[in-house]
């Protein structure tokens, strides 16, 4: 039988469906939904609602364009560790575009496109992958012949809502670093008149892509943003705030250098260039490929993938000035990404949230001379 | 009468790339290649701290994440005369064959499988015999009635609702698709199972570079410490962790990867005379196993083959920057200031778009048409990639590859002969991801012995402060990416990168043609390919994805108005 007679009567089914024809028994849908609810901080009400949404909605078509960027999102995507999740945004959406994925090339995969605006006008989703080059008219990126910003606007114009998908996609990523040969710019930057939700990260968490997509998926609108268009719930802390090496910086134990001896304890990673107090991700709360690491826990310091021109904020490995406001009650909102060239005198400032007790307490426990370490680190007691 | 025809986007790769190609009786006679976008990544890494360049160079893709940073790594290394520990060396290598093996899988099942396997047709499958060709193929625990008939039901039903999602406009019920309707149900088995794998052996960099894609390195080492006494180090639940995945992930290789190939290639013996193009090879090589400046200790050996004569490895330097390794640009869209091909340390590159404005129908092919510039060794057009590695290795006498090889052609009763193709470089590519499984275990053994002896640095502190730097320094960082040789090349000068180049693997494959007319790898292997209809281009994505192709990193520059500025085009 071909695949015509095969689609003769579409029948629609619901998530829930799906799901049960993929053999996922009722439990573990359940199971899913708490599991997703929790991942986007839903209370128990919230759970019950995206349960039922699940249950009654048909697959949300989706456009997935990729512009200037390096496929690092979709990748990271795919890696989104809850096995039901794989399953629910490659089957249970519908990725009806997806240069990465899809069956068909050339005109096939055009085709593929325009059925979509066409059929689904109004009601498709459209994530992007990528920034737009916008010197020479474009001609630094052009996909079928077309330049990347004339793909967007015209695929945009009649898209529900935008998904930008990373760094690329939300602030431009590595191509807008300084001197930012092709004028690449982000996608909040060449569309207007939509709603767009930037997915922040290079690449962003696999868990957060999936979060965020049930969350559109779900309750049919966009989650509550923050001032740079970032999902509240994965993007309203600092790295910083729930690093799990948080107590070694407020008892100023600091690792000096890669793979001495603090670092072989797992001490704090400022001194050698940690991004975390200036960076809102999710990296410590809900961490990689499936909470088995992050950076800070392999020894490396945040770089701070999910800030805008965080290429830009002055060589990797040297420590960054402190930043007014610590505390973790400081969202973006309050703090804003200006943080790090906003700050001066940062030492001191350091110095007056350094907790000596604490330091101490886990001084001791690790079998450091409290003392010793103060004289290391003398701006802690300034 | 000939007609031209177009495929563009050619999806399920990296990046953006146009084919075109001039059909006349059913035959390809004459081909182009383009890669349509470019982001200028080397003139943003001048004047930035060379120790930085590896996070801005891993951003060139993120498929083949991890190898442009170690590439990165490599080169400042080589410029400062920096010299890692053994175990830095051996997480690299672990980190490297995790890498092979992910990307050669993903690459297989999701990228290039559609080109062979009828989704459709497997709707007609009968689960039970489905079934016993899987246990007859392999010991993979999945291969129940049970759990085919109950992948056809969901298939089914997936079909039925009339969203076809990522499947929609495919090129089902064409004729060049050939396998039985069992096998192609199987292949859609492994297909989702080989989605569910990738994920778990990732996680291998999670652990050494703290997430995936695009984990961390570092110059001099790597960033993780070790310490077996200490929850925040790499420690014996880390490691344990780590040995389970490799084992599990050559489990997969062997019980599924491998006996797929060997099951899929005997219904397309006619691609292992199509698609061959090129008959030279070019080779880096990797995985030291005596520290990177040691090349004879590489598992994979370094070399380049001629007119496909395996009884000749030619040595290869990148470092040779007069009459090795240069670039051109008579069809890519650069200015040079001078005639002829450049060294990546002399290069320049100037950005100038001569190409049709924007909607445009066809290139302007006799003329420039591409972000690619034109790599040669010697002057001669190279293939780069697994086949390659596999050439070089089989034809320098190195055991491991010799063996895998002769047991892949043994299993499909075949000569060598036949890897001179589209599936030739299909197979290669499993037969080195089977060396990456083995591989990556005995460096794991070794990373185990070291620390039990009591060998636990992971980093070399020796010339990290710019101070301790010459004034002026030149380096390359040489690797074997997934799909083929990479290098970088950077000059230091004043504690900052005052120059940096990088010439990528499909560089090599899909470049525009060079001034003499010889066309490069993807051009060549599409002269003679049978297209049976224009308007479905299944026979052209086919080939070309036995490159495995990943353009996003067309890259280059721009002019700088006091310096000439050069560098390359990346594309890989």
Redesign the interface.
């Given at each position: 039988?071909?695949?015509e007679s095969?689609?003769k009567?579409?029948?629609?089914?619901t998530i829930y469906e799906?799901m049960l024809?993929?053999?996922v028994n009722r439990r573990d849908f359940l199971q899913f939904c708490a599991w997703m609810g929790a991942c986007i901080g839903l209370e128990q009400t919230g759970v019950a609602q995206m349960t039922k949404a699940l249950e009654t909605k048909?697959?949300i078509?989706v456009v997935w364009l990729?512009?200037?960027?390096?496929?690092?999102?979709?990748?990271?995507f795919?890696?989104?560790?809850h096995?039901i999740v794989?399953d629910i945004l490659?089957?249970k959406?519908?990725?009806?575009y997806?240069?990465?994925?899809?069956?068909?090339?050339?005109?096939?995969?055009e085709?593929?496109l325009q059925?979509t605006i066409k059929n689904y006008k109004g009601e498709y989703l459209l994530c992007i992958e990528g920034s737009v080059?916008t010197a020479?008219?474009?001609?630094?990126?052009?996909?079928?012949?077309?330049?990347a910003l004339?793909i967007a606007e015209e695929v945009a114009k009649d898209a529900k809502a935008v998904v930008a998908w990373g760094n690329c996609a939300c602030s431009g990523?590595?191509?807008a670093?300084?001197?930012?040969?092709?004028s690449?710019k982000p996608i909040h930057k060449v569309i207007a008149g939509k709603p767009i939700v930037n997915v922040q990260g290079?690449?962003p968490i696999?868990e957060v892509m999936a979060g965020v997509l049930v969350h559109l998926l779900t309750f049919d609108r966009i989650p509550q943003l923050d001032n740079l268009g970032r999902p509240k719930a994965f993007y309203s802390r600092r790295v910083h705030d729930t690093c799990y090496?948080r107590p070694n910086y407020d008892a100023g134990l600091f690792v000096e250098?890669?793979?001495d001896e603090n670092?072989?304890?797992?001490y704090c990673l400022y001194k050698v260039g940690c991004r975390g107090p200036s960076t809102y991700n999710a990296?410590g709360t809900i961490r990689?490929?499936?909470g088995?690491?992050?950076?800070?826990?392999?020894?490396?310091p945040c770089?701070g993938?999910s800030e805008a021109n965080f290429?830009d904020n002055g060589?990797?490995?040297?420590r960054t000035p402190a930043f007014p406001g610590f505390g973790i009650e400081q969202t973006a909102d309050k703090l804003g990404i200006a943080a790090l060239a906003a700050s001066a005198g940062g030492a001191a400032v350091h110095a007056v949230m350094t907790n000596i007790r604490k330091r101490h307490e886990i001084g001791e426990h690790a079998g450091e001379n409290a003392e010793q370490a103060e004289k290391d680190n003398p701006e802690s007691k300034s | 009468m000939s007609e031209r025809i177009v495929v563009d986007p050619v999806t399920r790769i990296e990046g953006h790339l146009r084919i075109e190609a001039e059909v006349k009786d059913g035959k390809i006679v004459d081909a182009w290649s383009a890669g349509t976008m470019v982001r200028g990544l080397e003139i943003i890494l001048r004047g930035r701290d060379p120790r930085d360049a590896w996070a801005f160079c891993e951003r060139v893709c993120g498929v083949c994440t991890t190898v442009h940073a170690l590439a990165s790594v490599r080169s400042v290394e080589d410029a400062l005369d920096i010299h890692v520990p053994a175990n830095a060396e051996l997480i690299r290598n672990i980190m490297f064959c995790t890498q092979y093996m992910h990307d050669h899988v993903v690459h297989f099942y999701h990228l290039h499988a559609l080109d062979w396997v009828d989704v459709v047709s497997a709707l007609k499958a009968d689960p039970v015999a489905t079934s016993a060709l899987a246990q007859k193929l392999s010991k993979y625990p999945k291969s129940s009635p049970g759990y085919y008939s109950e992948l056809q039901k969901r298939l089914t039903k997936f079909v039925e609702s009339g969203q076809l999602g990522i499947f929609a406009n495919g090129y089902w019920g064409h004729p060049a698709f050939k396998l039985p309707p069992e096998a192609n149900l199987m292949a859609v088995g492994h297909y989702l199972e080989a989605l569910e794998w990738q994920k778990e052996i990732v996680k291998i960099h999670t652990i050494f570079g703290g997430k995936n894609p695009h984990p961390n390195y570092l110059v001099g080492g790597v960033p993780c410490a070790i310490n077996i006494d200490e929850a925040n180090a790499i420690n014996a639940e880390r490691l344990a962790f780590v040995g389970q995945t490799l084992q599990r992930a050559k489990e997969f290789i062997e019980q599924v990867y491998i006996p797929d190939v060997l099951a899929v290639a005997p219904f397309y013996l006619d691609w292992a005379g199509i698609g061959g193009g090129l008959e030279n090879y070019l080779v880096y090589g990797d995985l030291p196993t005596n520290g990177f400046a040691d090349v004879k200790s590489f598992k994979f050996p370094r070399g380049a083959i001629l007119g496909r004569n395996l009884n000749e490895v030619h040595p290869v330097d990148p470092k040779n920057d007069q009459d090795e390794i240069k670039e051109f640009i008579d069809h890519s869209w650069y200015e040079y200031s001078q005639q002829g091909g450049l060294h990546p340390w002399a290069g320049e590159t100037n950005l100038k778009y001569s190409g049709p404005k924007p909607p445009y129908e066809h290139l302007d092919v006799d003329k420039k048409y591409s972000w690619l510039k034109t790599p040669r060794w010697k002057g001669h057009a190279m293939e780069v990639g697994p086949l390659s590695r596999m050439l070089v290795g089989y034809a320098s006498g190195n055991d491991d590859i010799k063996g895998a090889v002769t047991d892949a052609l043994g299993a499909l009763k075949a000569p060598p002969s036949v890897l001179f193709s589209t599936l030739g470089r299909t197979a290669a590519r499993a037969i080195e991801s089977r060396l990456a499984g083995i591989w990556g275990l005995e460096f794991y053994n070794q990373l185990l012995a070291n620390i039990k002896a009591g060998d636990t640095r992971t980093f070399t502190r020796e010339k990290w402060e710019p101070s301790t730097w010459p004034k002026v320094a030149k380096g390359v960082g040489c690797t074997e990416a997934p799909r083929g040789a990479l290098a970088h090349w950077i000059v230091i000068g004043d504690q900052k990168i005052a120059n940096y180049q990088l010439v990528v693997p499909s560089t090599w494959n899909a470049s525009p043609r060079d001034g003499k007319g010889q066309r490069s790898a993807y051009e060549a292997s599409l002269i003679g390919t049978p297209v049976h209809d224009p308007h479905q281009p299944l026979e052209i994505i086919r080939t070309i994805h036995s490159f495995d192709p990943c353009l996003a990193c067309a890259v280059h520059l721009y002019e700088d108005k006091k310096e000439i500025a050069r560098h390359e085009l990346l594309v890989k």
């Open positions: 039988m071909d695949i095969r689609t009567s579409p029948k629609e089914e799906h024809s993929r053999g048909k697959r078509p990729h512009f200037q960027e390096c496929t690092c999102c979709s990748e990271s795919i890696r989104s560790s096995p794989a490659l089957d959406v519908s990725l009806d997806s240069e990465t994925l899809m069956a068909a090339s050339g005109h096939q995969a085709k593929s059925d080059p020479e008219d474009g001609v630094y990126c052009c996909i079928g012949g077309k330049t004339q990523c590595v191509q670093a300084k001197p930012n040969p092709t690449a290079c690449p696999a090496r250098s890669f793979d670092a072989r304890k797992g990296c990689w490929n499936g088995v690491s992050f950076p800070i826990q392999s020894g490396h770089i993938c290429w060589p990797f490995y040297q | -």
